[in-house]
């Protein structure tokens, strides 16, 4: 994979998209500095080999052109910090003023440009713009993960101006060799943990996962479609009808691949989705109307921990309750434990997707894991099996 690593930047112009879509307060301060750290190695290295640095980026969902509350201006000072050099901004990201600005940038500066998403041509992946960027800079760095799965002017189609000088950030070539090492070169035996409220929105994942994995947890909301389609009483739980057959489906293929597939045995039941609600365990099947299951049980919990702490290799994604809410967080605290304990003995573990890694921050053993993917939807199209146009373009 070529990376900033392999590239003799002295006296070239780089070109980097990153990922700066970083949270605000009403006052303009980054509240979350997680995504510019991460991207902060790569500008480095780019500055050490000799060469200058163009960032650019989108920054929240601007409807109609430039808006203030949307500028990139505001993380200036942020980005200075991390990279300890004073970065230059200019209001605009492509135009006259940008072109002379990068004209006049010298070796170990850094430019930032103003949010590409003042374009629409940027998420249309327009050719023109694309083009009008690359002409700011002598090679093309891809270091957002997180948009690498958008065909987008400044994430794909400006790489083909630069057939030869084109290459990954070391956040986005990180992420594809954890992936990489998670499903494909990874220490037996794997486990992936699937949370999270719906079948539908995990089916492709999990399909794939089924010629992959040696064991598949199936927790959180989307169990009691499995419940339900084994004959189970769900109460009043989350369910999606539609997906019945798919979800005997999953199971016939599972047993016919030799996959073992782990469903919560028992549950937290709640008369409410509230945090006050009145709450008992039941078993897997159980549960009576007027009540949901809105976390695994105990039973549960024991067999999950068991399954993760033998791996040799475990993928999580999405908690396995509504862990938002104290009352049923119990079982996504001991998932996170569980992965952890098998990090300790020697597992490569990975957790990717919003909800989980929020739930490994929220017990604090975000540290304790082997790789926390940046990348909610990238990282599951990638675990889909489809091919990123971002990637795709930067390798071929
Ligand atoms: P997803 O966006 O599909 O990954 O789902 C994440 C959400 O699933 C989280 O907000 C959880 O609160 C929710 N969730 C997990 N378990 C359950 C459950 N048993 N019932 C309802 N929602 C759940």
Not at 43 to 64: D, Q, V
Not at 113 to 134: P, S
Not at 257 to 270: E, F, M, R
Request: charge should be negative; proline fraction near 3%.
């Amino acid at each position: 994979m070529n990376t900033v690593r392999d590239y003799d930047f002295s006296g070239k112009k780089a070109i980097v998209r990153v990922d700066f879509n970083v949270p605000l307060d009403d006052h303009f301060n980054v509240t979350d500095d997680t995504r510019i750290r991460a991207a902060a190695p790569t500008i480095k290295t780019i500055l050490e080999k000799g060469g200058s640095a163009i960032l650019m980026s989108h920054l929240g969902r601007p409807k109609n052109g430039p808006e203030d509350k949307f500028s990139l201006k505001h993380i200036v000072t942020k980005v200075s910090e991390h990279l300890g050099v004073n970065v230059k901004f200019v209001s605009d990201c492509i135009g006259e003023d940008v072109e002379a600005e990068a004209n006049n940038l010298k070796a170990g500066e850094v430019l930032l440009l103003d949010n590409l998403r003042f374009y629409k041509e940027e998420t249309n992946g327009d050719n023109a713009f694309a083009e009008k960027l690359a002409k700011l800079a002598d090679c093309y760095v891809n270091d957002a993960f997180g948009t690498a799965h958008r065909a987008h002017a400044s994430t794909t189609i400006i790489a083909k101006f630069f057939p030869k000088d084109k290459m990954f950030g070391l956040l986005l070539a990180g992420e594809l060799e954890s992936i990489e090492k998670a499903i494909k070169t990874g220490k037996a035996p794997l486990t992936a943990i699937m949370g999270g409220s719906k079948v539908s929105s995990k089916i492709q994942i999990i399909t794939q996962l089924l010629d992959k994995v040696d064991n598949l947890i199936i927790g959180g909301g989307m169990g009691y479609t499995f419940s339900k389609a084994k004959g189970g009483k769900i109460g009043n739980s989350i369910v999606e009808d539609d997906f019945l057959e798919t979800a005997l489906n999953v199971l016939k293929e599972a047993e016919e691949k030799g996959v073992n597939i782990y469903l919560p045995v028992d549950s937290l039941i709640a008369d409410d989705f509230s945090n006050d609600a009145n709450t008992k365990v039941a078993s897997a099947g159980e549960i009576p109307d007027g009540w949901e299951g809105l976390d695994c049980g105990p039973e549960s919990r024991k067999v999950f921990g068991s399954v993760i702490e033998q791996s040799g290799t475990v993928l999580w994604n999405g908690p396995v309750g509504v862990f938002e809410m104290e009352t049923f967080g119990a079982g996504t605290k001991a998932i996170a434990e569980s992965v952890v304990r098998a990090t300790e003995n020697g597992a490569f573990t990975l957790i990717g997707g919003g909800d989980s890694v929020a739930a490994i921050n929220k017990y604090g053993l975000a540290d304790q894991v082997s790789y926390i993917s940046t990348g909610g939807g990238a990282l599951l199209e990638l675990l889909e099996g489809k091919v990123l146009p971002g990637v795709d373009a930067v390798l071929n």
